[in-house]
């Protein structure tokens, strides 16, 4: 599945495994134009834990938030404005992980 992605990088945040981007095909709720992306993926360590894991790099699991502003220097992100209606909600997608990083 190819994405158009734009990031916000920071100097505070980590080097991978989370990622603050502009991406539609991540969050299906419009309200939201920017989301923190955060992803734990397979390490050496797990492949030599686990059978089920395939290679290095798989997706062990991945969660996505609605930001307007950047949770590591603060800054509002463009184009970015709050939702009106301001209550958290659960969004379940059509895409996921099961625990084995392979695609259900």
Not at 44 to 55: H, I
Not at 58 to 72: E, F, M, N, Q, R
Request: proline share 5%; aromatic share 12%.
């Amino acid at each position: 599945m190819a994405m158009e992605t734009t990031e916000h990088r920071c100097y505070t945040m980590p080097a991978d495994g989370v990622y603050v981007a502009l991406a539609a095909d991540i969050l299906p709720d419009s309200e939201w134009r920017w989301c923190l992306y955060i992803e734990r993926t397979a390490t050496e360590q797990d492949l030599e834990e686990s059978a089920y894991l395939e290679a290095e790099g798989d997706t062990l699991w991945c969660a996505a938030v609605g930001i307007s502003h950047c949770p590591y220097c603060g800054g509002a992100l463009p184009g970015a404005s709050l939702p009106t209606q301001r209550e958290a909600a659960i969004t379940k997608t059509d895409y996921c992980f099961n625990w084995y990083g392979r695609e259900s």
